[in-house]
């Protein structure tokens, strides 16, 4: 295997263990302990981590040992309006064109949340991201679903947001956003999405004022 490929499977590798919190924000890495679980030598191991770095996933200290990044509420608060801004306009452009085959799949799914709303927080995950990208899908935004991608690996880093164990109430909001796509009611869809993105917001402040 080439010394590319290694560096490549060592980046993926480590980033999803930040991503999914197996490595903690705040933890110094050891580049000898990371190269003798991934089995590579030091070389590409230091091409993955420039990588992760030049990404802002990890920092390099003065002293030359490696951080990683925590995600600020500051942050956080800033990705929900820029997504709220870019999100609301394609839930409306949506409503223009009518529910794809995906999105009304993501309804389906949603439903199973209402009863009890319990579920693990990367369960959901899966379906919160199915549901924000269907909906850019369904609105013919091609670049959309790339800056998304973006902004929720960096959201997923932060330990503020895996506190939440019950997500009935996101389900209803992302119901209703599809209903308004499905009734062809811009408006409505614009002003539902919108909606769930306040109440994220207020979500978030609500999780960092209770730990």
């Known amino acids: 295997m080439s010394s590319q490929t ?9 980033k999803d263990d930040i991503a999914t919190g197996r490595i903690a924000p705040n933890t110094i890495l050891s580049e000898r302990d990371l190269a003798d679980r991934l ?15 030049r ?15 925590a995600i600020t509420i500051e ?3 800033e990705i929900v309006q820029l997504r709220q801004i870019l999100e609301r306009s394609a839930a409306a452009r949506a409503a223009e064109f009518g529910p794809t085959p995906a999105l009304l799949e993501v309804r389906e799914a949603m439903t199973r949340y209402l009863d009890d709303g319990k579920a693990t927080f990367d369960d959901f995950w899966r379906d919160d991201e199915l549901f924000h990208l269907g909906v850019a899908l369904a609105a013919r935004m091609e670049l959309l679903p790339e800056l998304l991608a973006e902004q929720r690996a960096i959201v997923r880093r932060s330990t503020i947001i895996r506190t939440h164990d019950n997500f009935a109430d996101q389900a209803k909001e992302h119901i209703a956003v599809i209903d308004a796509i499905v009734d062809g009611n811009p408006a409505a869809a614009r002003a539902a999405m919108s909606l769930h993105f306040d109440n994220m917001r207020t979500r978030t402040l609500g999780s960092l004022s209770s730990r």
Request: aromatic fraction near 2%.
């Open 39 to 53: 089995g590579i030598s030091r070389t590409p191991l230091r091409s993955a981590m420039s990588r992760l770095e």
């Open 55 to 69: 990404e802002n996933v990890i920092d390099r200290l003065a002293n030359g040992a490696l951080l990683v990044r």
């Open 6 to 14: 290694l560096s490549q499977n060592a980046y993926h590798s480590i």
């Open 75 to 77: 942050q956080l608060l």
